[in-house]
């Protein structure tokens, strides 16, 4: 497969710099500047895609979504001048 995601270097909006962010599990104001996130502490949002699903269990019916392809990464950028913020789940591999 093909990966044609681009990194999104120019805001749609007003054509400012694109920067990419991270979502981590400290408390983003207790950590210095000089602080290094490692990899492990990165908190990554997934997209799933979904279908409408029936499940009957012991009589009892659920109605819902059920996962279907694989889970993908969220990856955020956010213009550095207007603020706009852009998401995308670039395809895996
Ligand atoms: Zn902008």
Redesign the pocket.
């Known amino acids: 497969m093909t990966n044609k995601f681009m990194v999104p270097t120019v805001?749609?909006?007003?054509?400012?710099v694109?920067e990419e962010g991270l979502n981590f599990e400290k408390d983003l104001f207790q950590l210095s500047d000089d602080y290094v996130i490692e990899e492990k502490e990165r908190v990554r949002e997934y997209w799933q895609k979904t279908l409408d699903a029936v499940d009957k269990f012991l009589g009892r019916e659920s109605v819902g979504k059920r996962r279907v392809g694989p889970r993908l990464a969220v990856v955020t950028f956010r213009?550095?001048?207007?603020?706009?913020l852009e998401s995308y789940a670039p395809p895996a591999g």
Not at 79 to 84: E, F, I, K, L, R
């Open positions: 805001c749609p909006k007003c054509s400012g694109m213009c550095v001048d207007c603020g706009y």
